[in-house]
């Protein structure tokens, strides 16, 4: 009986063996059929989109977080925004959906 040489590689050992594909091999990265991940498609934006610049997004993000804390504190968790142009001014605000939670009394 021939002795196993070492050092060998995993091309070596196994020559032109193909692994077939199933769902317990597709994700351990062994194959030589690389995954490919689907095209990100860019959605086309609104052209309301174009108002808010990322810097004003994220102004806007830390206000509604802001908003949804307090009404969070004051017991409304159900609630909806209104959105609303008075003047020069658009105007956000928080109706709520359902009555607040009774409090216990002490």
Avoid: C, W
């Amino acid at each position: 009986m021939a002795k196993i040489p070492k050092n060998r590689q995993d091309s070596e050992m196994f020559g032109s063996l193909q692994e077939q594909i199933t769902f317990e091999n597709i994700s351990d990265g062994y194959s030589d059929h690389p995954v490919v991940k689907p095209a990100k498609h860019e959605t086309t934006k609104s052209s309301y989109a174009t108002f808010l610049t990322p810097e004003l997004q994220e102004d806007l993000g830390k206000a509604l977080l802001t908003l949804k804390l307090n009404l969070y504190k004051e017991g409304i968790v159900d609630y909806s925004i209104k959105v609303a142009t008075e003047a020069n001014q658009v105007v956000l605000k928080a109706v709520a959906s359902k009555k607040p939670a009774k409090q216990r009394q002490a």
